[in-house]
């Protein structure tokens, strides 16, 4: 009888993972979140801070089944495309990621990767591609969330997340935040430092309109009244109207002399005015721009009737009743329904209606689309948050409008949306990228369906 040799010590190991920590790779196109993307050993590798043409020394940061990722140590060698950052904070903040790449050519990026995902996952290619929508690079934010804590020494720190923590770094301004903003942030450092203990203090709400702006301090613990009179008097100085918001998250105004914020889609557009806690775009040169030619795209006249899905405060909703005959308006917030009618109502616009309406499920019980759906629409404006907007997408053939507008900040969802339309019997023909927040992976784009 054969036997087998009786093996000591465990059953045989498998061979290690060779791959170095360390290695050079070549990198070949950047990923939807701006990384460089290249090719090591049959797989995948991802490298922040590398990009397209380079070569570069790169650190393993975390190994996958299918995929690495990894830190740029050295540019070895360099794309005609790479610039110095602007921010000294760049690579350990979190905000930003594309300061090391110009901003023609990130706008070229974001052109090509929307472009490339309808071609690739829809085989959708728009008949006229339009320049893309750009503003400043710098000092565009109106709007930020921006945190803060406190050192041991009792130092007041303000800033964002580092890159890959919740921790926060301490900054003294951020170059794409408005001046108006970094202006107020400098002046509120010694203020909070003067409080003694605001480890109660979590986070900073700020947004600015045209004239003025509102300041929300996040607190888990009431403020004193010397520290509240001082953020009142700093707030009157800068301009800004002054809330607290405590962990029963109700909203408590502070008085000051500073009207309420609002601002202007562009010259002779419309006031819409605006409270914490708004969605409002945050690169108000790019809403300009994008209104603009929403309004080119569509041509509105007396005799046509507009639907605007999830029209927020009525950004899109006022500047059309200025040229349709009559414009409703849907989205799924109590308090922003209540912010477009007054809007309406301010600006003298009698030919809107505005209503409630979740429109992530099926919206055709509601008696607002019983009662719209009789009539019908000749345009629509769909402006979604990330999710898209499929529900509604699947409800529109009935209404035979003749063009519709869809706003996207998910290239994603965009695809998976103009399929649908696409079904329906429309065609792409309008596109144009917007670079609503440079240095950053985010890429939004607006599209115009037309049957």
């Not at 087998?4 to 070549?26: H, M, N, V, Y």
């Not at 329906?424 to 939004?444: K, L």
Request: aromatic share 6%; net charge neutral.
């Amino acid at each position: 009888m054969s036997r087998k040799r009786i093996r000591f010590g465990g059953p045989t190991r498998q061979s290690a993972d060779t791959t170095p920590t360390q290695l050079d790779a070549d990198v070949h196109s950047l990923s939807l979140e701006g990384r460089g993307v290249a090719r090591q050993d049959g797989k995948t590798l991802f490298i922040s801070g590398a990009l397209p043409g380079e070569r570069v020394r790169a650190r393993i940061t975390n190994r996958h089944k299918r995929f690495d990722e990894a830190e740029t140590l050295e540019v070895l060698e360099a794309s005609s495309e790479r610039q110095s950052p602007p921010c000294v904070y760049y690579g350990r903040c979190g905000g930003c990621q594309l300061q090391h790449l110009k901003p023609d050519a990130q706008i070229q990026y974001k052109e090509r990767l929307v472009l490339d995902q309808l071609q690739r996952f829809a085989n959708i290619t728009p008949e006229v591609v339009e320049p893309a929508l750009h503003s400043a690079d710098l000092g565009y934010r109106r709007s930020a969330r921006i945190g803060v804590n406190q050192r041991s020494d009792g130092e007041a720190l303000i800033g964002f997340r580092r890159q890959g923590s919740n921790k926060l770094i301490d900054i003294d301004s951020c170059p794409v935040l408005e001046p108006r903003i970094n202006r107020l942030l400098i002046e509120l450092r010694p203020l909070l430092r003067d409080a003694g203990n605001i480890k109660h203090i979590t986070h900073l709400d700020i947004s600015c309109g045209d004239q003025s702006g509102s300041l929300t301090l996040r607190h888990t613990r009431r403020l004193t009244d010397e520290s509240i009179s001082a953020l009142q008097q700093l707030c009157d100085q800068q301009g800004f109207q002054l809330y607290l918001l405590g962990n029963d998250n109700q909203l408590q105004a502070i008085a000051t002399d500073v009207p309420d914020p609002s601002y202007r889609p562009f010259e002779t557009g419309p006031e819409l005015r605006f409270a914490p806690g708004d969605f409002l775009q945050v690169n108000a040169e790019i809403n300009r721009q994008m209104v603009i030619r929403a309004l080119q795209w569509l041509a509105p006249s007396a005799g046509e009737r507009a639907l605007d899905l999830f029209c927020g405060l009525g950004n899109f909703t006022l500047p059309l009743a200025q040229h349709a005959g009559e414009v409703i308006g849907v989205e799924g917030s109590a308090e922003m329904v209540a912010r477009t009618r007054d809007n309406a109502e301010r600006n003298g616009l009698e030919n809107i209606s505005v209503f409630k309406s979740d429109l992530s499920r099926d919206i055709r019980d509601t008696s607002w689309y019983q009662q719209a759906s009789l009539k019908g629409f000749d345009l629509i404006v769909l402006d979604p948050p990330r999710a898209g907007a499929e529900e509604c997408v699947r409800q529109l053939r009935q209404y035979g409008a003749r063009a519709v507008l869809y706003i996207a900040c998910n290239p994603a969802s965009l695809v998976r949306d103009a399929q649908l339309l696409i079904e329906s019997g429309y065609r792409m023909t309008r596109f144009a990228v917007m670079d609503m927040f440079p240095h950053t992976a985010h890429v939004e784009s607006m599209a115009l369906f037309e049957c």
